[in-house]
Structure formats: C-alpha cells, structure tokens
C-alpha cells in the first residue's frame, strides 16, 4: 500500500493477533515469517509480540521491539 518513498519510521503497520488460528479466507493467508533474532534471543513463546507485515515476504514477522527490519529478508518498507 505504500510507495517507495515510505520514510516514516511510525508507518510501518502493526498487526495484533487476539488468538492466532489459521482460519479460511478468501484471501491468501500471510506467512508466518517467524520472529525476530533480537526476539528471539529474549526467549519467550512469541506471545506478546507484534507482527509486521513484510510486502516483500507477503508475510507478517513477530518482535517484542519496535524493530522495522523483516528477519528474512532485510525489507524495511513494510
Ligand atoms: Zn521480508
């Protein structure tokens, strides 16, 4: 949705899941992209983490930090 100019650093979208169930959609369901190494390392189940959508990816990582860099492939537009 957004252009390559996309500077803001507070623009990237902040999904939050209540209870994560696969469920079946007319759209394509986004891939779980998994957490953040920084995440990670923290060494929690995942649960208070905030996904972020990667376009690059088509799909959404988890951080407990306001990170904006997607873990799979370095994306930093959203
Ligand atoms: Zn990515």
């Not at 169930?21 to 190494?37: I, V």
Request: charged fraction near 25%; proline fraction near 9%.
């Amino acid at each position: 949705m957004s252009g390559p100019s996309d500077d803001d650093e507070g623009g990237d979208c902040v999904i939050r899941f209540p209870q994560s169930r696969t469920r079946p959609g007319p759209a394509e369901p986004a891939r779980n992209l998994g957490l953040t190494p920084l995440s990670r390392a923290v060494g929690s189940s995942g649960r208070a983490a905030k996904g972020h959508w990667c376009s690059r990816c088509r799909g959404i990582w988890y951080s407990y930090f306001l990170e904006a860099e997607c873990p799979v492939c370095g994306n930093r537009q959203g």
